[in-house]
């Protein structure tokens, strides 16, 4: 059948058993009717030949000829028997209940050699035997010593006794080949259960593993080829669990790293803050030089604060240890007050009356995050869409831009990805979007970024209507 296909192991092994028994079984049966049928047909003949070679020697001396009807019909009645009947023929006539059609041409050829013939033959759609033999005459020459009669004698002898032995031989072979077929499945279905029993084992230790259990073993058995794959997957198992320790362990050390860093770099980094600020107050009664120099010192402090702010916030993400404070909002106010705040000047389709449980500060975060970025990389004008239903809310900022390439799609909510390679640095801490998206996610939302028909990149976050902390 096209497009069939054996699955499972299992179901192979017993489909492979059962044809191999099958095939076993029918070339050992089908030879063995072969040889005992022909070795009961042959033996059956060969009597059969005995039989009329006696039964011939009964009709002798020969009558005189010419031979008449009743010498032949005399001869037919005295080699009649329960399980035959015979025909005998001289010079044209012929008596017996044997009919004639059923000789055949190839019956009387052999006769010639004046031997007993035999040839089986269709009667009726049944199987029966056809023996002929001419009875000679001696004359007592050496070099000639018999010659033919004239008298031909044929037997119609049936095979119901055979037929019904050789039915049993058939029946045998077929009962003998069911119950090959079954020993067959039971042997397979034994050694299917031993040489599966370890792969299950190993199916499901490498699911375990798959799915972080790293303490995933299999029991070794034996010291077969199963064995060795047991010894290998525990060996590649305990080498994976160690080097994933190590690399957990490296991870944990590089963000206890990076917290403590910005936590240490906060307290320094307010007290520049404030003296950079007071800076700025003066910068313009300083000379030209000076003052453009405050100004950078300013501008890359309130970097450098965004910076390890952002950091501090990637690491409670990171440690577990982010938390919602979820309040029910009016959301379309609370997106004009982080564009109020913040001076983004962009186009707003924000419907009134739509409510949700969510965490003010957070949605702050994303908001603020998607509009800067799409003010900073993007091409105005940016539009704020708000929309609800039962389930949620969904909100869409959208820019003029050129949009996101293809390429920069798949990695656009990484951390500290760059779109542009040739940048070495930006104003933004290139964490913003990975944050907005940590937002999403522990809100139980989603936040995907695409590009619009008609041009544009568009950032579209989902909120359900109320998050459980």
Known sequence: MTGWRLRGLRTRLLVAFA???VFT??????????RARDGILQRTQDNAAVEMTTQLKQLYPLPRQPVDTSALQSAAERLNGRKNSALVTSGGHSAGDMPASVITPELREVMKSGRVAWQRVDVGGVTQLVLGAPLLISTGDRRNPTIPSGIEVYELRNLDAEIDAVNRLARDAWLAGGAALVVALILAVLAAGSVLRPVGELQRAARRLGAGD???????RGSDELASVAETFNSTA??????????????ADARRFVADVSHELRTPLAAMTAVTDMLDAEAKRLPDAAGEAVRLVSQETHNLTRLVNDLIEVTRFDSGTASLEVDDIDVAEAIRATLRVRGFAVE????????????????????ANLVGNALRHGAEPVTVRLRGDQAGITLAVEDSGPGLDEAVLPHVFSRFYKADTARSRSEGSGLGLAIAWENARLHHGELVAGNRPEGGAVFTLWLPREVRR
Do not use: F, K, N, W
């Open 25 to 34: 079984a029918l070339a050992v049966a089908g030879i063995g009717y072969v």
């Open 238 to 251: 305990e080498s994976l669990q160690r080097h994933v320790g190590e690399l957990r362990r490296m991870e």
């Open 19 to 21: 044809l191999l028994s």
């Open 348 to 367: 707003t389709d924000l419907p009134e009356g739509i409510r949700a449980r969510v965490d003010p500060r957070r949605l702050d975060v994303i908001v």
């Open 214 to 220: 790293l303490d995933a073993r299999i029991a070794v």
